[in-house]
């Protein structure tokens, strides 16, 4: 039922910028916070940056003024601007939708998008 579906990860160099984009289906969408989490091999999976329902961004110390979040619930998608990227960022990026403490909602994860930062 519910979808979640990642894209436009890629290799990028130290500095440079990605924008990842989630399509969402089976659920309200409008009504959830939504959370781009990431996970790196040995590491627990992370939220890096949420979004409320009423689109108040937080965002994990990690990438607080290099990435930005928002969301276009008339697409049900949410998205992630990432930029000066470092090499730590690199990590499979999920979407899901959010619950208090930004724990995620939904058992189910997409397949993810790999983002790879050169150093």
């Known amino acids: 039922q519910v979808q979640l579906v990642e894209s436009g990860g890629g290799l990028v160099q130290a500095g440079g910028s990605l924008r990842l984009s989630c399509a969402a289906s089976?659920?309200?969408?409008?009504?959830?916070?939504m959370g781009w989490y990431r996970q790196s091999p040995g590491k627990e999976r992370e939220l890096v940056a949420g979004i409320t329902a009423g689109g108040t961004p937080n965002y994990a110390d990690s990438v607080k003024g290099r990435f930005t979040i928002s969301r276009d619930n008339a697409k049900n998608s949410v998205c992630l601007q990432m930029n000066s990227l470092k090499p730590e960022d690199t990590a499979v990026y999920y979407c899901?939708?959010?619950?208090?403490?930004?724990?995620?909602?939904?058992?189910?994860w997409g397949q993810g998008t790999q983002v790879t930062v050169s150093s």
């Open positions: 899901n939708a959010g619950t208090r403490g930004w724990r995620p909602m939904y058992s189910y």
């Open positions: 089976g659920f309200t969408f409008s009504i959830r916070p």
